[in-house]
């Protein structure tokens, strides 16, 4: 339960971990890739790419799309 709402998700682990949503207003798919930089340190790279129902793309969509991903 997240915002009021059930979600699932289809998560497949490795060097890259896939989120991809089955069920919620928010349909899609969210990638989260550790990578390493020259140094050797670890960072989390991750992109999404949702589908909001009900919502036209312009600016406002483009901030409920970061709310959505940070999960505000």
């Known amino acids: 339960m997240l915002q009021g709402e059930t979600h699932q998700e289809?998560?497949?682990p490795g060097e890259r971990v896939d989120f991809v949503?089955?069920?919620r207003?928010?349909?899609g798919?969210?990638?989260?890739?550790?990578?390493e930089d020259?140094?050797?340190n670890l960072y989390l790279r991750f992109a999404f790419d949702l589908?909001?129902?009900g919502v036209k793309p312009g600016p406002a969509a483009a901030e409920l799309r970061r709310c959505v991903a940070l999960g505000h």
Do not use: H
């Not at 798919?29 to 990578?35: D, G, L, M, S």
């Open 21 to 23: 949503r089955l069920s």
């Open 29 to 35: 798919q969210i990638k989260n890739i550790v990578e």
């Open 51 to 53: 589908v909001l129902q």
């Open 10 to 12: 289809l998560i497949s």
């Open 38 to 40: 020259q140094a050797g």
């Open 25 to 27: 207003s928010a349909m």
